[in-house]
């Protein structure tokens, strides 16, 4: 049994990161004819991650499904984020049991979750039935974990600063668009936020592991990659002699891939060079998420974003002038503790001034062990949802201003699969990042086509193939 501890994973020490190359000593059919079910919660490195996971378990023999009441195993792959989203693993975890009480099932809860001594405490007091915990750092241990797997509650999290693992298997979700992570961790240590303390400090991958995964990928006939990151634009500074993350984004784009995108940014390490890289390669695409947070200088202090509205701005200025067509989202964050009203106006007036293609909004939600979480807050939950809702309609207002900027006029759009919408329509994304349902033929399913606007809405649009 391994717990976490926070003070571990608060701890940066100056210990050279190993890299770790996994040979693939679990592939044999121990699990086969079992089922397994899979849930992902949160951001893309989970979903990055999630794939990984089959991967270990597809090796084993096993297969999935996406019927929880046939499964033998059950994996929650859970976000730390935010509290909604523990309430929600918890919830399922409810419904786990319930069916845990009928017949044999192992579950298990990996994910940023684990990596919560407060979650893992809660676990082995008042969720015994809960198999097995691992966290981020042991993934590739999961078919260790499972074949060891006696009757007795497993916890095996690390609260390290973390390796760097390659030749990791994934199972991917897509023949078409690609995650590759570039990066690992974070350094920043934003006020609010319990990244770096689930998953470790930052760590780059070596430039050429990364070149060769994506060769691979463009072998292979992916059309798409994202290069992934808690902070990609801080690529390379925890390595000698590596490249930059604007360099990295030039080698990547000679690779040949046809689309090349990355998330997400910090506004804190966003270089000229990185913005002349971006406009210099027509196969990066002109869409970039650069998380504002908030627009009062003030409260960026007390976040620790490290850059002022100003700032902010003047970044958001030189990237519209510099990347032609290039679409902006964002991340906001409402109720910051002590944000006021003026704060809150700030927020605003910067939505106003960047015109943002579109953003994610959130009530600020404390997190244990983070610095804010002791900040004294006088703000009433029901202000801080007002501001909210004030926020989207200001946001879904510029989403469909921009958005209808698009109708009539004819763009690349990467046809990805078949529309949620309508099973006679296909679906895919603009350059910039927009989705648009479109009536053409299934057999552009993985290529870039022609595509004319034909209507838009506040977070999709319609077009026909040309
Ligand atoms: N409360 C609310 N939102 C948060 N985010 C990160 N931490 C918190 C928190 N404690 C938001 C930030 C980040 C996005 C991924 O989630 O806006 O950019
Ligand atoms: Fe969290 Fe800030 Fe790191 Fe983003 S940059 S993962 S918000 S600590």
Redesign the pocket.
Known sequence: MKLPNYEDERKRTNEEVKFIYLDDEFNNDALKNKKYFLKTYGCQMNVHDSEELRAHLENLGAVETDDLDESDIVILNTCAIRENAHDKVFGYLGRCKHIKEQRDLIICLCGCMAQEESVTTEIREKYPYVDIVFGTHNIHELPKLILNHQKKQDIEVYSIEGNVYENIPYKRDSKISAWVNIMYG?D???TY?I??YTRGKQRSRKSIDIIDEVNDLVKCGYQEITLLG??VNAYGKDLDNEVSFAKLLELVAKTGIKRLRFV?S?PWDFTDEMIDVISKYDNIMPYIHL?LQSGSSKILKLMGRRYTKEEYLDLYKKMKEKISDVAITTDIIVGFPNESDEDFSETLDVVKKCEFDSAYTFIYSPRIGTPAAKMKDSVSLETKEKRLQELNKLINHYSNIKNKEYLNKTVKVLITGISDKDNNKVCGYTETMKLVNVDAPKDTIGKIIDVKITDTKSFSMDGEIV
Do not use: E
């Open positions: 974070c920043k240590f934003c936020c990244v770096p808690q902070n997400t910090h998380p």
